[in-house]
RNA sequence: GUGGGUAUAGCUCAGUUGGUUAGAGUGCCAGAUUGUGGCUCUGGAGGUCGUGGGUUCGAGUCUCACUAUCCACCCCA
């Protein structure tokens, strides 16, 4: 057997965890000033929940979803993503009898079968927030705003923001059908997918790569220039609510996620540097799922941001993120009683809250420093007989190497004080 | 899913037209006279050369398959 992480895995060893807790805390943190409350939800659901809930014409539900059958015969599906699953809680625990609107955000894993590359893994980490309720252009602007919040402390430039509205499904139904008239008579000269698209899903041909396409599809209606009176306002609105709060936006016609729920306002924040993942965030607004899964007719509106690739970005502009300091103490130890005696003092002084470390190897007691300046200890002390019968130690500050006698009894209060002086 | 590149020590990489026992730097461990880290010096451990077949007297080197990874598509976070 080949011990090796599964294709599109990979470990977060403790070496960078730090990064992880980092970006973890801030996001947590601006969720809180924003009210938005954390949800945990299943690492996996009912298939039926994504079929439903993301679309079953998507690319994700077609060909990348992780699906199994449990040992009770049903079909399970490892998440996606996490708007789906928020909403069957949402609908499940009957948040819609709860004071609207509600602002839930989440922390997860996801999961999907795709071909590896660099910025895209199988399984990936996803921060994310929906708001439930409000159907107004407000909210749109205040969960955007998170992720510009988010990006500024990072200290993150060049990050575009990139806004769209694909309407509602009145205009958009209509205008699907102006669009296809538009298409019929020179269709059989686009490429394959696209004549796919074109009975399927026609708005994605907007989105196409190709050349031939792009040029063809140019002259074409857009969605946004058909929108509906009421669509119109929204977008009107989110993008006076962004000036209001200066944050730059480009609109981007051919901006269509990859699932088949949003309405109206579509965003994503994408990266100028990182190649062809520079996608590091997408989200919008979707309007009738809450009710297309079960729940009464309820908006909503959320994003999902990629960890991997947020941290990607952070690391490729040099932005350094603050490592944890090292270990208080190391206290060496010479000879066996001394060793005891060590054994009992750290259990004690980490007690006190104050990171303490002692030998398990059998060092010597250079060995033993060596080891202390390694995991950058910012004081080392010597105990051995003499020590103990005189109760006091001299502690050693292991980057200037200045060196201060003191009892032995003296020890916490004195690295307490010590750390709160910074 | 399509096309292409790469794979040698924990990490970064050398390795000639196929030829003895596969190297360096870094990291790790130990030592440089008794109880003091960082600098320096010395020594040591660590590799089924991604995996499995094939060609050959002989393969790290050539060939095929598989696996992993990276790049361009598709699509996405």
């Known amino acids: 057997m080949k011990l090796q992480a599964p294709k599109g895995t990979k470990d977060i060893l403790p070496d960078e965890i730090y990064k992880w807790h980092y970006v973890e805390k801030l996001f947590r943190d601006i969720c809180n000033a ?16 994504f079929q439903r809930g993301v679309g079953d014409s998507t690319d994700i539900v077609q060909k990348e979803m992780y699906t199994f059958n449990d040992k009770g015969g049903r079909s399970i599906t490892l998440r996606p993503e996490g708007t789906a699953g928020t909403v069957r809680a949402y609908i499940e625990h009957g948040m819609a009898s709860l004071p609207h609107p509600i602002k839930l955000f989440y922390e997860i894993t996801a999961y999907r079968y795709e071909k590896m590359q660099k910025g895209r893994y199988r399984e990936h980490n996803q921060f994310g927030v929906e708001i439930f309720g409000s159907k107004g252009p407000s909210s749109d602007v205040e969960v955007i705003s998170i992720l510009d919040l988010l990006f500024k402390k990072l200290g993150l430039k060049d990050i575009e ?45 907007l989105d196409c790569k190709e050349e031939k396409c792009k040029e063809l599809v140019a002259d074409a209606p857009s969605v946004l220039d058909n929108l509906c009176g009421e669509c119109r306002e929204h977008f009107e609105g989110l993008k006076k609510g962004l000036e209001n709060l ?81 270990t208080d103490l190391y206290i060496a130890t010479v000879g066996d009683i001394a060793d005891k005696f060590a054994d009992k003092l750290v259990y004690i002084i980490r007690a006190e ?6 030998d398990h190897m059998g060092r010597s007691l250079k060995a033993q420093l060596k080891y202390a300046d390694k995991i950058e200890c ?5 105990i051995g007989e003499n020590e103990i019968k005189n109760n006091k130690i001299i502690l050693r500050n292991m980057k200037t190497g200045e060196q201060t006698e003191m009892k032995i009894d003296c020890l916490v209060e004195f690295l307490k004080g010590g750390r709160s002086n910074g």
């Open 34 to 49: 924003y009210g938005y409350k954390e949800i945990r939800i299943p690492v996996f659901e009912y298939t039926e929940l």
């Open 161 to 205: 923001l990139n806004i769209n509205s694909i309407g509602c499904p009145a205009c958009r139904g209509k205008f699907i059908e102006k669009f296809r008239q538009h298409l019929e008579s020179k269709i059989h000269m686009f490429c394959e997918t696209c004549r796919t698209r074109y009975e399927r899903n026609p708005l994605r041909i």
């Open 246 to 326: 200066g944050i730059n936006y480009n609109i981007d016609k051919n901006i269509v996620r990859g699932q088949d729920y949003y309405t109206k306002t579509v965003f994503e924040f994408v990266s100028k540097n990182v190649g062809t993942q520079g996608t590091i965030c997408g989200g919008g607004r979707y309007d009738g799922l809450v009710e297309y899964c079960g729940g009464s007719p309820t908006p909503g509106m959320g994003f999902g941001l990629g960890v991997e690739r947020l941290l990607m970005e952070t690391e490729s502009q040099g932005i350094v993120i603050p490592r944890p300091e090292g």
């Open 353 to 358: 809250g104050i990171s303490a470390e002692k």
């Open 378 to 382: 910012k004081y080392s002390a010597v």
